[in-house]
């Protein structure tokens, strides 16, 4: 599987093009999607009360035909809302208010989860992601995918309904609104620029580096997750609930990959790795008879 683990004031430790980065733009982003369109994920970000760091305020998966939203503690299916009782096949749902929600596609080439924090700032709250596609069928568009595919969603192309974002805008004011318009054109450019590393939000929050180097002493093994518990727990303002939810992300990071077994990095979608999980064969079936039939459409539309 190629797999994406965006979590905090987002920090993505995995991608689908094997590399770590933070992002930390504003608004409706496409995380992932697959080749055959299937699956997608979208994420709208906000801003963290008054600093510069942004966090997932919700979350929308296109899987087995039908949208499924979150926005603050509501989860709605294509745009119904919908509860642990009313839920639909491959859709899981933990805790009251919701504090955790995984989807699957039917042919399990696709899976999707999320863990909600309540935040006492703007927006509210924020999600903690993970997502796992089927190596043969992983595509390098969206934020997962590569760094040149992490431009704003159009509203043409927004899995959220219009009440849902008009939600998301209240929660959110100074991220900037879906565009109607092709490419962006006329969208007003966000003066936003986050801060950029984990001293800048340490000096900016009057917090000295190393006393958030301690609180994340834990982490300090593993560098991605150790500097991304730094830059939360200054940005944050010293919150430790930052440092709990950098622990988290990383142990639910190694338990998935026990599940979902990591492939290659998606590099010009070369032959799927090896070891993939043996799920992936019939998947990758899948995702040939696709192909095929996209070249014989091809064929056809030129006889």
Known sequence: FARCSCWGDPHCTLSFFGDSFDFMGLGLFRLAINLDFSFEVQAFQCRLGASKTAVIAGVAVKVNGRRVSMVGDKIAVDGVAVN???????LDIVGSPVAEM???????CAHFYTMR???????????????????????????????????????SEALFTSPELAELYNMCPESPKVDRRLHGLGRQMSTWVPWSSPNE??????????TA???CKALETTATF???????????????????????SREREVARARVYSPASPVVGKGPPAENDSALAPACQGLFMMV?????????????
């Open 84 to 90: 642990d009782t009313s839920r639909p096949a491959g």
């Open 102 to 108: 995984s989807l699957s596609s039917e042919d399990e």
């Open 117 to 155: 924090n309540s935040l006492s700032v703007s927006p509210g709250s924020m999600h903690n992601l993970n997502i796992e596609v089927a190596s043969a069928n992983a595509s390098l568009e969206g934020v997962c995918g590569s760094i040149s595919s992490r431009k704003p969603v159009q509203l």
């Open 201 to 210: 939000a340490c000096d900016l929050a009057n917090i000295w580096y190393v």
């Open 213 to 215: 180097a301690e609180k």
């Open 226 to 248: 150790y500097e991304a518990c730094i830059y939360d727990y200054c940005g944050s303002g010293g919150d430790e609930a930052f440092v709990q939810n950098a622990l988290a």
């Open 291 to 303: 192909i095929i039939c996209r070249i014989v459409a091809g064929v056809n539309s030129h006889q």
